[in-house]
T-cell receptor
Framework: AQSVTQLDSHVSVSEGTPVLLRCNYSSSYSPSLFWYVQHPNKGLQLLLKYTSAATLVKGINGFEAEFKKSETSFHLTKPSAHMSDAAEYFCVATTSGTYKYIFGTGTRLKVLA | NAGVTQTPKFRILKIGQSMTLQCTQDMNHNYMYWYRQDPGMGLKLIYYSVGAGITDKGEVPNGYNVSRSTTEDFPLRLELAAPSQTSVYFC?????????????FGPGTRLTVL
């Protein structure tokens, strides 16, 4: 069965320092993987998506993620955190042609001034 | 494209009242979903639909009903509202055949049952 594990429920970084949000997945098939961001009292916005075209995926607002099949990981990174990055981040997996999307439990990113 | 739209944005219900949360998408997506998000938690799937006339239960369907008479609309009905249904409700849509298959989310409906 598919599962998604976000390894940290909370991450705190200082403004201007790198961000790393970790996500591991398990799947019997080649997954499609997504990172979504949810700012307080807002809906979910797609940051980036992996659909097997390229293992390094660039998203909006300077975020990127690398798909590593050998490690079953899809970690989200950003070189320099901004105060506006403070939000909840969700890693999501699905398999082509299915209705089912598996959500991680979320990582709350706090950015310190 | 407006994407996925939801109405209302906020609603307060009394215990036992009923209401319908509206969801519309203009992307011609076959798949549509209803999720609820409780404070500090992730999303839980209530119901989903793979096309007009086809719906099925998700993880937490009790107390809810849905219908899908058109591709565009996927309303969620709450009968006999209970405090446990206080939550934020998100509608989403996707198109698994598009090659990208990400979900598009609406802005949410914040429901309080008192």
């Amino acid at each position: 069965a598919q599962s998604v594990t976000q390894l940290d429920s909370h991450v705190s970084v200082s403004e201007g320092t790198p961000v790393l949000l970790r996500c591991n997945y398990s799947s019997s098939y080649s997954p499609s993987l997504f990172w979504y961001v949810q700012h307080p009292n807002k809906g979910l916005q797609l940051l980036l998506k992996y659909t097997s075209a390229a293992t390094l995926v660039k998203g909006i607002n300077g975020f990127e993620a690398e798909f590593k099949k050998s490690e079953t990981s899809f970690h989200l990174t950003k070189p320099s955190a901004h105060m506006s990055d403070a939000a909840e981040y969700f890693c999501v997996a699905t398999t082509s042609g299915t209705y089912k999307y598996i959500f991680g439990t979320g990582t709350r990113l706090k950015v310190l001034a | 494209n407006a994407g996925v739209t939801q109405t209302p944005k906020f609603r307060i219900l009394k215990i036992g009242q009923s209401m319908t949360l509206q969801c519309t998408q203009d992307m011609n997506h076959n798949y549509m979903y209803w999720y609820r998000q409780d404070p500090g938690m992730g999303l839980k799937l209530i119901y989903y639909s793979v096309g007009a006339g086809i719906t099925d239960k998700g993880e937490v369907p009790n107390g809810y009903n849905v219908s899908r008479s058109t591709t565009e609309d996927f309303p969620l009905r709450l009968e006999l509202a209970a405090p446990s249904q206080t939550s934020v409700y998100f509608c989403a849509s996707s198109s698994p055949t598009s090659g990208y298959n990400e979900q598009f989310f609406g802005p949410g409906t914040r429901l309080t049952v008192l």
